[in-house]
């Protein structure tokens, strides 16, 4: 048996099988990268792998109408945290924060910063934040990742009379020290429409942030709207900026939120114990 952890590789193992043709095949789709059709041999090697592996309903779906695969061989298997993610972010396991990072009120994001991925909503962010400033002046972004799209960022922010996010490159470093930052990161915001699963929901959730995300792709299977977080329609400020001004206003009420968001974690998405339909 032969897994191939992404559809590009699943040529790969359709080779193979010259040299071992009982062989099986599983391959794993993860989100975008089967949103639209595929090349002719990269559809071929999906088509003819035993076994489609799919971390959302919603990516599931996509394999299915996009690269024509029977639905019969596509299950649903939501990725997992590593079972020992809690040792990993606990104090003492990472250099501390970095002295820059800001005080105040800080709304987290993560994600690459290209002009390509744009569908990921940072932009959104920026333009809901003064709407926050008005009664708040002491909220701060904090966006985590890095690419060729912070100019473009930061030009935003100037236009719509924002405050410039701050940046921090080292992804790994920051969400590893996490708990350290409480309170100063209070939730976690990525109000994408292209997640198809969205693991950065996960990592957040198991600090016991509570995180909005788009109410789109799979996104929605992971937060629960009103009860780990809120779901909100991509490119609307507006209502972002509502979901935002509802965490801030009754930080008991976030911290229930992330509270649950904490235990759903640790029961659902922990292990990969089983595969579902």
Same mark, same amino acid.
């Given at each position: 048996?032969?897994?191939?952890?992404?559809?590009?590789?699943?040529?790969?193992?359709?080779?193979?099988?010259?040299?071992?043709?009982?062989?099986?095949?599983?391959?794993?789709?993860?989100?975008?990268?089967?949103?639209?059709?595929?090349?002719v041999l990269r559809r071929w090697a999906l088509q003819h792998s035993n076994l489609i592996l799919a971390p959302s309903k919603d990516t599931a779906e996509h394999v299915a109408a996009e690269q024509d695969v029977p639905q019969e061989r596509i299950r649903v298997l939501p990725w997992a945290l590593d079972p020992q993610f809690e040792g990993l972010i606990?104090?003492?396991?990472?250099?501390?924060?970095?002295?820059?990072?800001?005080?105040?009120?800080?709304?987290?994001?993560?994600?690459?910063?290209?002009?390509?991925?744009?569908?990921?909503?940072?932009?959104?962010?920026?333009?809901?934040?003064?709407?926050?400033?008005?009664?708040?002046?002491?909220?701060? @972004?904090?966006?985590? #990742?890095? !690419?060729?799209?912070?100019?473009? &960022? +930061?030009?935003? $922010?100037?236009? /719509?009379?924002?405050?410039?996010?701050?940046?921090?490159?080292?992804?790994?470093?920051?969400?590893?020290?996490?708990?350290?930052?409480?309170?100063?990161?209070?939730?976690?915001? @990525?109000?994408?429409? #292209?997640? !198809?699963?969205?693991?950065?929901? &996960? +990592?957040?959730? $198991?600090?016991? /942030?509570?995180?909005?995300?788009?109410?789109?792709?799979?996104?929605?299977?992971?937060?629960?709207?009103?009860?780990?977080?809120?779901?909100?329609?991509?490119?609307?400020?507006?209502?972002?900026?509502?979901?935002?001004?509802?965490?801030?206003?009754?930080?008991?009420?976030?911290?229930?939120?992330?509270?649950?968001?904490?235990?759903?974690?640790?029961?659902?998405?922990?292990?990969?114990?089983?595969?579902?339909?």
């Amino acid at each position: 048996m032969v897994l191939a952890a992404h559809p590009n590789l699943g040529l790969v193992a359709q080779a193979m099988r010259m040299a071992a043709p009982r062989m099986k095949s599983i391959v794993c789709a993860h989100g975008v990268d089967v949103w639209e059709p595929l090349g002719v041999l990269r559809r071929w090697a999906l088509q003819h792998s035993n076994l489609i592996l799919a971390p959302s309903k919603d990516t599931a779906e996509h394999v299915a109408a996009e690269q024509d695969v029977p639905q019969e061989r596509i299950r649903v298997l939501p990725w997992a945290l590593d079972p020992q993610f809690e040792g990993l972010i606990s104090p003492g396991s990472h250099p501390a924060l970095p002295a820059n990072f800001p005080t105040g009120r800080v709304i987290l994001s993560v994600g690459r910063w290209l002009a390509t991925e744009r569908y990921k909503g940072m932009d959104t962010l920026i333009t809901a934040l003064p709407r926050l400033l008005t009664e708040r002046p002491e909220v701060q @972004l904090v966006f985590v #990742g890095a !690419g060729d799209d912070r100019g473009w &960022l +930061e030009d935003l $922010a100037v236009a /719509k009379r924002s405050k410039p996010p701050r940046a921090f490159p080292d992804r790994t470093d920051l969400l590893g020290n996490l708990r350290r930052a409480t309170p100063r990161a209070r939730f976690f915001a @990525l109000p994408s429409r #292209g997640e !198809g699963f969205g693991l950065v929901y &996960l +990592e957040a959730m $198991a600090c016991g /942030k509570p995180v909005i995300g788009g109410l789109h792709g799979g996104a929605p299977e992971v937060i629960q709207d009103g009860v780990t977080g809120y779901l909100v329609p991509h490119g609307d400020p507006i209502q972002l900026a509502t979901s935002l001004e509802t965490l801030l206003a009754d930080p008991v009420h976030a911290k229930e939120m992330g509270a649950r968001a904490k235990q759903r974690v640790s029961t659902s998405f922990v292990s990969m114990s089983s595969l579902n339909h």
